[in-house]
Nanobody, 119 residues
Framework: QVQLVESGGGLVQAGGSLRLSCAASRTPPSIVAMGWYRQAPGKQRELVAIITSDEGTNYSDSVKGRFTISRDKAKNTVYLQMNSLKPEDTAVYYC?????????????WGQGTQVTVSS
């Protein structure tokens, strides 16, 4: 089991910045990626950004150039720096950890943190 605790959400004006943090209770060697997803009201949860075990990153087109995902392995923490925020970035942001063990994939989720961007 991996417990994830997010923090850093809040209310910000358009054009502003926020930094989300996700602290993992542990990071087993079988982790293949950590990432951030978001879900806006009435919409499906969507990928925002991921960082793989070999430090590769991937972003959704809607956030490329504005958001940056990073990880501090010593602190078992992954961050999402969000700049130039837009009202359409408003959503609940969820931290995810994907573990592959004995050929099976396990996804662990945090409780979510609200990000609201006002126009």
């Amino acid at each position: 089991q991996v417990q994830l605790v997010e923090s850093g959400g809040g209310l910000v004006q358009a054009g502003g910045s926020l930094r989300l943090s996700c602290a993992a209770s542990r990071t087993p060697p079988s982790i293949v990626a950590m990432g951030w997803y978001r879900q806006a009201p009435g919409k499906q949860r969507e990928l925002v950004a991921i960082i793989t075990s070999d430090e590769g990153t991937n972003y959704s087109d809607s956030v490329k150039g504005r958001f940056t995902i990073s990880r501090d392995k010593a602190k078992n923490t992954v961050y999402l720096q969000m700049n130039s925020l837009k009202p359409e970035d408003t959503a609940v942001y969820y931290c995810n950890t994907r573990v592959v063990r004995i050929g099976l994939t396990y996804d662990y989720w945090g409780q979510g943190t609200q990000v609201t961007v006002s126009s």
